[in-house]
């Protein structure tokens, strides 16, 4: 898996390019979400994708041919915070309430609602720890489930801060690194 | 900055014509009407097509006549979706064209509205980007950013959809002077180390080639091949649309690889230790089988295009940059190299390829298309823009015309467009009304778009058409005679009376039969004042050698039957 940390610029239709250019190169997208950022006209995408190395240049490539997309950052080798967040709705009886909330209170998982014979469960974490959860309530009988799917962030300095497109251009023309656009 | 208050259709032609358009091909309708209406006030040449696909075409036959951009324009709807053939071809050719297309009013938009199309959501994938506009507000800086799109870096196709009500709303104008800024890309260009590893690669080689493709024509750097090649030594194969970009008569340049390259160039590739690839794009028409493809070598490959190094062919030094750069960057660390006895084993494989060449073997009665192409150079003197369709007669041009000249050869290569012929020659020679223009088309593609000949008509457009009619939709019979055991489903043809179709739109017309008619004909047409179409009617089951079948390994090619040979060393 390899996990991308895409800029883009906020305009109607970047996300339909994005996901158009994994279907059109037959790239599997395991995740995409997307957001706000601290930039005013910059969005933010992470993007999971089922592929190695050689597939992650590629797919750097031709993230980078978009027009909207300002930078690309494939932080899957780096030193990343990565979290998911999951809501959970799993059939209980009153004999089995208090085992998942000792489940639930072994993976600091959130008890949000409580109805007669079911309750809803929101986890925050990793991947694969949130995988691990829903695959010990299976048993139990999961009604419903929703994930929103991976956020990734380097950490320390990181890439830092992204500059406005506009901004971002005139800074880079200024300082040479400037091969070619487009 | 004195601004002034204009409709968005007049932004548009205030941008196009600051843009230095000067020609736009096109065809109206509802949704573009405003854009029209305006555009009587500017000094702008509107051609009238008959087609939209041929309005794509002209656009990106102009582009590529240049290296200008080619403009072109249609309505929503119809008009819009009968650009998208034209729109892949500029696409998969790196060709600059910007397409201009009119959209329902932005409140209808989403409502299934007439003639409404998101013709946005349908060019995605084949443009390099495309732009909604729905306030003229924002014309002025959008069409300055599309040319910017169109013409920099990998050059392509942009379209610009615009909505009626943005063309007719006002605003105040102003021209964005300054080039857009905006979407620059990191520099990628290599370090010193990384041009040492392929200097060192060039140093080492004792069998090196050149493979030069449509990146040295778009670069402008033909020249810089040339003297490349000359001061290391290294001989020159060229892709079909890298053909004119090094003279074909220098004595380095080898000629056209591939599935129909001749049978040296490809044992050349095979048999080489380095590859230097500048601005092509190892597609698979080039390469035949990729795990056998050119084992014996290492490989650089110089490309504008980050996303094609390592895309088809594993490179051992990849230089990302335009290639005129890279090759001025090079050129210096690169010492005088000599590479006679590599030089004089391919001029021997050469030998055994040409007395199986039909041009050499004696006349038959019969009317080859080889023949026609080798005429036509000859009469042309080698100088005139050809315009090629896609099949048969496409491979036999770029074999037996043998162009000097960059953007002498203009044709569909990497989305093989029939139809594409016609309408790209109005097109090239709207951009260079000096060259002598000609369109060597099969009598398939020809029909696909042989309306163009009132648009010829109508504009007084001088080129001329050799139809090279076998009766056949002749490569795809020539692929049943070799891999369906000549079941010639839906391949024979039959076709207008050329010559009385051609009159029918005013225009001259001959017929051409037997070899000896072809020198007379070709001599008629370039003295005729106006357009010319010769039906040329060739050898009906004629086959174009060599052919390395799709997939198959590049050196594993049926060449050209011994019979022939043969036969000609009898008589």
Redesign the interface.
Known sequence: MITFVVHVENK??VL??VA?LFR?RAYNIESLTVGSTETPGVSRMTIVVDTDD?GA??VE??L?????VLRVDNVTARPNVIRELTLIKVATTAGTRPEIFQLADVFRARIIDVSADSLVLELTGGTAKLDRLLEVLEPFGVLEMARTGTLAMARGEGPGRTAA??AR??A??ES??????? | MTSRRLTGAQILWESLVREGVTCVFGYPGGAILPAYDAMLDYPIRHVLVRHEQGAAHMADGYARATGQVGVAIATSGPGATNLVTGIATAMMDSSPVVCITGQVGSKLIGSDAFQECDI??IT??IT??NY?LTNPEDVAATVREAF??AR??RPGPVLIDMTKDCQQRACDFEWPEEAP?????????PGDAELARAVDLIHQAKRPLILAGNGIIASGASDLVRRFAEHADIPIAMTLLGIGGVPASHPLNLGMMGMHGEAWVNTSIQEADLLIAVGMRFDDRVTGNVKTYALNAKKIHLE????E???NVKVDAGL???CGQLLTALMPRVERGNHAAWRAHIDALKGDAAVRDIKNLPDSGHLYAAHVIHDLWRETGGNAVVVTDVGQHQMWEAQYYHHDQPRSLITSGGLGTMGFALPAAIGAKIARPDAEVWVVVGDGGFQMTMAELATIAQEGIDINVAIINNGYLGMVRQWQEFFYERRYAATPLTSPDFVKLAEAFGLTAARVTERAGVIPAVQAARATKGTVVIDFRVEQEDTVYPMVPAGADLHNMIRRPSVLAETGADQ
Do not use: M
Request: hydrophobic share 30%.
């Open positions: 109607p239709g339909t390019r158009s059109r050689e240049h590629h490539a031709h980078y041919k978009l027009v909207n497109p506009q251009a005139t880079a023309a040479q690194d400037i091969a070619y656009s487009v | 946005t959501g995605l994938p390099k980007h909604l910017h799109v920099s870096g800024v905006a979407h620059q890309r990191p520099n990628l260009s504008i295009d980050r996303s190094i390592n895309k990302v940059g335009d």
